[in-house]
C-alpha cells in the first residue's frame, strides 16, 4: 500500500498552458522570473502546513502502551506526502509558469488586484477582533462597508447608512427572531 | 414493493405544510444563489450549513436537498444567459446554450435546460428510491478494509480525475485530511496538532473549513479581479419558454442519452457532475457531425439537452451514493454528509434501518423540489435573471458578513472567526492557482473515516499490511479504481493531441 503520489509527476507535465485552450502560456514583454511563478506560493502553504504536522507530531504525547498503528502513524504518511507534493509543485512552477490571461486593456504588475483583497481580509480581521466589544451591529456594518469599499464601490457615506441598515436587520431577524447569540456590544445597554 | 411504501410514508411526511415550505425556501434560495454569477450550489450549501441546525433534521434536509437542485438549475439559467457558469458542471452548458440565447432563443434554451435537469433528476430518484436500499443492504457487510478501499478510491478519483494537474488535486487532499486529524485522536486519547490551544480539541469544526474554503475563498477571488475583468454583455431574455413540437422531438434522445451517461456517475466517487456533462456533450457533437446538416456550433438543442439531463442526474445517484455508503462525490455532497455528522447522523448501511423517515422524507423531498423547481424555472426565468441587478460590492459584502454570521453563530467563539479568515486565504490561493476544491472537502469529511478504519484494520492484523487486500469487495474496488485512472491518463493524453491539432 503506496501512498498515491507516484502516479503524478508524469500528469504535471500535460498541465502547462491546458487552460482552456487559450494562448496564455507567453510571458508578457520585460518581466521578471518571479512572474507566472507566484504559484510557488502554494508549494510554501504544503511546506509550511507539513512543518506544522512535523511540530506536531514530535512535541505529541502519547501513552506508553499505545499499539501500532498510533496516533502518529496518519500525519505521519501526511507529513511526508505533503513535502514531496511541496516539491513537485515548485519543480512544476519553476519548470512551466502559468501566465494567465489578462482581459482587462490595462496591464497592472500583479494579476491579483491585492488593494481589493486587502479591504476585503482587512474587513474581515476588523471584524473578528472587535465584534465582542462593539458589538454586532457595529462590527458587521465595518465589515460590509470595507468589503464594498473592496469591491468598487465609491459612495462612502451612501454606505455607511446602507451597511447599518442591513446588519441591523440581520441582528433582528436572527439575534430576536431565530435567537441566534450574537453579542450586543456598547450598543447593548439599552436593549 | 416495499420501497415504494416506504416511499408513500416519506411522501407523507414530506408533504406537511411546514416541510412543503422548507421544500420551496431552499428551491428560491438555490436558484438565487446559482443565478448570481460566479456562485454555484456548492456555496449555498455552504452558506446555509450554519442557519439550517435551527431546525430539525427532516427539515434542515429537505430544504438542502431544495438549495442543492435549485443550484444547479439557477446556475444553467446563468451559464445560458451570460455565460457564466458558477460551477464546472455548468461550463459544459454554456457552450451550445448560450449561442443558442445569442441567436434570441433564450427562452426555449433556458426550457430546454428546465426539462432536461428535471428528466434526468427525476430518473436518477428513481433510481435511488429503488437501489439505494439494496446498495446500503449490501454495504452493511462492509468492515475496515472495505470502507479504507472505499475511502482511498474516493481520494484518488476525485484528486486525480477532477483536476487537470494531479500534483495540485493530492496537495489539496492532504491538506484537507491534515485538517481533520487536529483535535483528540479517539483512539488513544493523544492530543494532536493543537498545541495546547482548548478552542482546538474537538478539532477545526467542518462548518469553519466549508464556509472558509467555499465562500470566502470565493469571495476573496472575486475581488482580486472584479475592478479589472471586463464585464460581460448582457441578454435579454424574453417571449415564450415553451418548446414547439419539433424541439422536443429534436432534444428528446439527447435527453435520454444524458440521462444514461449521468446516472453511473453518481456512484463513482470522481468529483461529481462535471466529467459526464462533458462526456454526454462530447457524445452529441460526435453524433450530431454524422448528420446531413450538423448543428453544432449554431447553438444546437442537443448540445444544451444531453449535459443539463447529465449533470442532474449525476446529482441524483450522487444523493443515493451519500445516502447508502456515506460516500460523497462532490463538494456539495461532502457539505451534506457533513451535515448529517452535525445531527449525529452517519450516512451509510445503517441510515436506512436507524432513521428511515428521515431517509424516505429526504428522497420524497427530491421528488417534491424537483417539480417546485420546474414551475419556478419554467415561466420566471427572465425574472431570476433581475437579481444580477444587485450591484456587486453590496452583494459580496452582504455574503461576506453571512459567512461570518454563520460561523460565530455556530461556534460562538472569535478563535473561529480567526481560523475562518486564514483558510479563506488558503482557499483563495487555491483558485487563483487552480487547485481544485473539492479534494479537500473530502478529504475533511472522509478523513476520520479513512484513518479509523485503516487504524481498525492494522490493529485488528497486528500490523499485518495485507489486510488491505483481504476479500473480495476491497480487490474489485481497487481495480475500480486502476480502470478509472487508466481512463483518466488516456483521456488527458488524448485531449492534449486534439489541443495541438
Not at chain 2, 415553451?242 to 456517475?265: D, H, N, Q, V
Not at chain 2, 460526435?286 to 442537443?302: L, Q, T, W
Amino acid at each position: 500500500m503506496s501512498t498515491p503520489v507516484p502516479s503524478s509527476p508524469d500528469m504535471a507535465e500535460q498541465h502547462p498552458g491546458e487552460k482552456a485552450g487559450l494562448p496564455d502560456g507567453q510571458p508578457p514583454a520585460g518581466t521578471s522570473w518571479w512572474s507566472g511563478r507566484s504559484g510557488l506560493l502554494l508549494s510554501l502553504v504544503m511546506v509550511a502546513f507539513s512543518t506544522y504536522l512535523l511540530i506536531g507530531i514530535l512535541t505529541m504525547e502519547v501513552g506508553e502502551d499505545t499499539d501500532f498503528p498510533g496516533p502518529k502513524f496518519f500525519p505521519g504518511i501526511l507529513m511526508v506526502a505533503g513535502y514531496v507534493l511541496a516539491a513537485l509543485l515548485a519543480l512544476h512552477y519553476v519548470r512551466s509558469p502559468e501566465h494567465p490571461t489578462e482581459t482587462s486593456a490595462q496591464r497592472y504588475r500583479t494579476f491579483t488586484d491585492w488593494s481589493a483583497v486587502l479591504w476585503a481580509a482587512g474587513g474581515f480581521l476588523l471584524f473578528a477582533l472587535t465584534l465582542e466589544k462593539l458589538g454586532w451591529i457595529i462590527a458587521a456594518a465595518l465589515l460590509f462597508w470595507c468589503v464594498a469599499r473592496g469591491f468598487g464601490s465609491r459612495r462612502p457615506l451612501f454606505d455607511v447608512s446602507f451597511a447599518l441598515l442591513f446588519s441591523s436587520a440581520i441582528y433582528l431577524a436572527f439575534a430576536i427572531g431565530l435567537g441566534l447569540n450574537l453579542p450586543s456590544g456598547i450598543l447593548g445597554g439599552g436593549f | 414493493m416495499d420501497s415504494l411504501n416506504m416511499l408513500m410514508e416519506g411522501f407523507s411526511s414530506a408533504l406537511t405544510p411546514m416541510n412543503l415550505l422548507w421544500v420551496l425556501v431552499g428551491c428560491l434560495l438555490g436558484t438565487a444563489v446559482g443565478v448570481l454569477p460566479g456562485l454555484g450550489s456548492s456555496m449555498a450549501v455552504a452558506l446555509l450549513l450554519p442557519i439550517t441546525f435551527a431546525l430539525d433534521p427532516t427539515a434542515a434536509f429537505i430544504m438542502f436537498a431544495g438549495v442543492y437542485f435549485g443550484g444547479m438549475f439557477g446556475d444553467s439559467t446563468m451559464a445560458i444567459l451570460m455565460n457564466t457558469p458558477g460551477q464546472a458542471s455548468a461550463i459544459a452548458s454554456t457552450f451550445e446554450g448560450h449561442k443558442m440565447a445569442k441567436d434570441g432563443r433564450a427562452p426555449q434554451a433556458l426550457a430546454t435546460a428546465a426539462i432536461g435537469a428535471f428528466i434526468g433528476g427525476m430518473v436518477a430518484s428513481v433510481l435511488v428510491v429503488f437501489l439505494a436500499p439494496a446498495l446500503a443492504d449490501f454495504s452493511a457487510n462492509f468492515g475496515p478494509a472495505e470502507f479504507f478501499a472505499l475511502a482511498l478510491f474516493a481520494f484518488v478519483a476525485t484528486s486525480s480525475v477532477v483536476s487537470d494537474s494531479a500534483v495540485k488535486g493530492l496537495a489539496a487532499l492532504v491538506i484537507g485530511l491534515g485538517i481533520a486529524t487536529v483535535g483528540i485522536d479517539p483512539f488513544s486519547g493523544a492530543e494532536r496538532f493543537s498545541f495546547g490551544a482548548p478552542e482546538m480539541f474537538d478539532g477545526i469544526s467542518l462548518i469553519t473549513v466549508t464556509v472558509a474554503i467555499l465562500a470566502l475563498g470565493e469571495v476573496f477571488h472575486i475581488a482580486s479581479r472584479i475592478r479589472r475583468d471586463r464585464t460581460d454583455q448582457r441578454i435579454r431574455s424574453a417571449g415564450r419558454p415553451f418548446l414547439s413540437r419539433a424541439e422536443i422531438k429534436e432534444a428528446a434522445p439527447a435527453w435520454a442519452r444524458g440521462t444514461a451517461i449521468g446516472l453511473p456517475f453518481g456512484v463513482i466517487p470522481a468529483g461529481g457532475s462535471e466529467i459526464p456533462t462533458f462526456i454526454s456533450y462530447d457524445v452529441e457533437r460526435r453524433i450530431d457531425r454524422r448528420r446531413r446538416n450538423p448543428k453544432f456550433g449554431k447553438g444546437a438543442i442537443r448540445g444544451l439537452a444531453a449535459p443539463e439531463a447529465a449533470g442532474n442526474a449525476t446529482t441524483g445517484t450522487a444523493m443515493g451514493a451519500l445516502l447508502a455508503l456515506g460516500l460523497p462525490v462532490s463538494a456539495t455532497a461532502a457539505i451534506m454528509l457533513a451535515a448529517f455528522q452535525q445531527y449525529g447522523l452517519q450516512p451509510g448501511p445503517l441510515l436506512f434501518d436507524r432513521s428511515p423517515d428521515l431517509v424516505w422524507a429526504l428522497l420524497a423531498s427530491f421528488f417534491i423540489a424537483m417539480v417546485v423547481l420546474l414551475i419556478i424555472n419554467l415561466p420566471f426565468a427572465g425574472l431570476w435573471s433581475k437579481l444580477l441587478l444587485i450591484p456587486a460590492p453590496y452583494l459580496y459584502a452582504g455574503i461576506t458578513v453571512f459567512c461570518g454570521l454563520g460561523v460565530y453563530a455556530t461556534s460562538g467563539a472569535v478563535f473561529d472567526l480567526l481560523m475562518l479568515l486564514g483558510l479563506g486565504m488558503v482557499g483563495f490561493l487555491m483558485r487563483r492557482h487552480g487547485m481544485p476544491l473539492a479534494p479537500l472537502m473530502i478529504g475533511v469529511v472522509l478523513g476520520p473515516l479513512a484513518e479509523t478504519s485503516m487504524r481498525d484494520a492494522l490493529l485488528s492484523s497486528n500490523g499485518d499490511y495485507s489486510v488491505f487486500f483481504d476479500g473480495p469487495i476491497p480487490l474489485v474496488l481497487y481495480a475500480l479504481l486502476f480502470i478509472v485512472l487508466a481512463f483518466t491518463v488516456r483521456s488527458k493524453v488524448v485531449n492534449r493531441t486534439r489541443q495541438d491539432v
